[in-house]
T-cell receptor, first 113, second 115 residues
Framework: DVKVTQSSRYLVKRTGEKVFLECVQD?????MFWYRQDPGLGLRLIYF???????EKGDIPEGYSVSREKKERFSLILESASTNQTSMYLC????????????FGDGTRLSIL | DQQVKQNSPSLSVQEGRISILNCDYT??????FLWYKKYPAEGPTFLIS?????DKNEDGRFTVFLNKSAKHLSLHIVPSQPGDSAVYFC??????????????FGTGTRLQVTL
């Protein structure tokens, strides 16, 4: 079974803080993704990576950055947290190929006060 | 610009009956579609997929239908069970580069299966 682990289930931070969300997958997948889920908006792609040290912007990258120094780990960074970044953050990984589904972690519910 | 749309935010179905969840897309270049199921406090789990070369794919109680001319797909659950109560997301998959691809999700439909 694929295991995607997000380091925190719940996180509370203050406006202006630098926030790190960590994600680790154990299946040697090439691709990793960060999404946020908001009511009425579904899942929106923030950033993704298809190889170590490679990153691509998704649909809503503003205010975020990512790091992928090792194949199994993909970090999402909120450079200066703002209240509109309060959300559920979901990490996913997949093998290469159009027909490979993405496997998700259980999410981090982040609150910015 | 919502490229994948799920126009029904919620659906209530009696146990044992058929649940039909709908999804529309705008980009005719999309050629692979997936359905995910999400329980509260858990990540989405992959349910079923369909390629554009097919119009139907079946897996147990779950069947996905694709109508390319209408840019419409639907998920049928027969018979519906209380454990099917969850939020269902449809998603389209597009190649980004080489073999890397990304998903575009709809906004989700919350299915409630009642006793």
């Amino acid at each position: 079974d694929v295991k995607v682990t997000q380091s925190s289930r719940y996180l509370v931070k203050r406006t202006g803080e630098k926030v790190f969300l960590e994600c680790v997958q154990d299946m040697d997948h090439e691709n990793m993704f960060w999404y946020r889920q908001d009511p009425g908006l579904g899942l929106r792609l923030i950033y993704f990576s298809y190889d170590v040290k490679m990153k691509e912007k998704g649909d809503i990258p503003e205010g975020y950055s990512v790091s992928r120094e090792k194949k199994e780990r993909f970090s999402l960074i909120l450079e200066s947290a703002s209240t509109n970044q309060t959300s559920m953050y979901l990490c996913a990984s997949s093998e290469e190929g159009l027909r490979q589904p993405q496997h998700f972690g259980d999410g981090t519910r982040l609150s910015i006060l | 610009d919502q490229q994948v749309k799920q126009n029904s935010p919620s659906l209530s179905v009696q146990e044992g009956r058929i649940s039909i969840l709908n999804c529309d897309y705008t980009n005719s270049m999309f050629d692979y579609f997936l359905w995910y199921k999400k329980y509260p406090a858990e990540g989405p789990t992959f349910l079923i997929s369909i390629s554009s070369i097919k119009d139907k794919n079946e897996d147990g109680r779950f069947t996905v239908f694709l109508n390319k001319s209408a840019k419409h797909l639907s998920l049928h659950i027969v018979p519906s069970q209380p454990g099917d109560s969850a939020v269902y997301f449809c998603a389209s998959k597009t190649l980004f580069t080489g073999t890397a691809s990304k998903l575009t999700f709809g906004t989700g439909t919350r299915l409630q299966v009642t006793l």
